[in-house]
């Protein structure tokens, strides 16, 4: 089966998802920041229409798996500046706080 993109998989139920998480829809005090990798550095999305499309776009990500699903969030590379462990703690503790069990 080739991967998809999250909106090819609208209106899809699977019994059980993976998802990825990235910093680009990232939880930093407390609140959801919107971010955009362009060329070798993370900026703001300060549109709101590039901010609501990023929203949606994890919300169809997330709302697939009928029976489960396993939620990954990387660890981060304090030697890669654009992939540092900051990026996704903070993401990573909030899920946790929602009661998303540690596997």
């Known amino acids: 089966m080739a991967l998809s993109a999250e909106?090819?998989?609208?209106?899809?139920e699977l019994d059980w998802c993976l998802i990825g998480g990235d910093a680009d829809y990232r939880y930093q005090n407390r609140q959801f920041e919107h971010w955009k990798f362009t060329g070798?550095?993370?900026?703001k999305r300060h549109q709101l229409e590039q901010?609501?499309?990023l929203e949606n776009a994890y919300r169809v990500l997330l709302?697939?798996?009928?029976q489960g699903m396993i939620i990954f969030i990387p660890l981060g590379d304090q030697a890669d500046p654009t992939r540092q462990p900051q990026f996704l703690d903070e993401t990573f503790d909030y899920l946790m706080s929602c009661g998303i069990e540690l596997i």
């Open 63 to 66: 709302t697939r798996a009928r």
């Open 7 to 12: 909106f090819d998989i609208q209106g899809l």
């Open 40 to 43: 070798t550095t993370w900026k």
């Open 51 to 53: 901010q609501r499309f």
